[in-house]
């Protein structure tokens, strides 16, 4: 399990990370193809992914899609 979800805080957004340990497994197999690609998609199965859970852990619902990108040295 693999989720996104942005939180208020105050006067700031957050985002918060919530994984199980297949979760933790996706993300960090994720960062290590932005070497080879530049970029990454994570989806929900409804939009064709396999990567994020639909909810949060505390039944909210979670971000659809997460794009991680390397800007290279900047």
Known sequence: ML??????SGPANLIQICCDDA???TLLEALKRLGHHGHVHLLFP??????????????????????ITDVGGE
Not at 47 to 65: C, D, R, S, V, Y
């Open 3 to 8: 989720s996104f979800e942005i939180v208020q």
């Open 23 to 25: 979760g933790l497994t």
């Open 46 to 67: 409804s939009n064709g992914g396999h990567e994020l859970a639909e909810a949060t852990p505390f039944g909210k619902p979670a971000i659809q899609e997460v794009i």
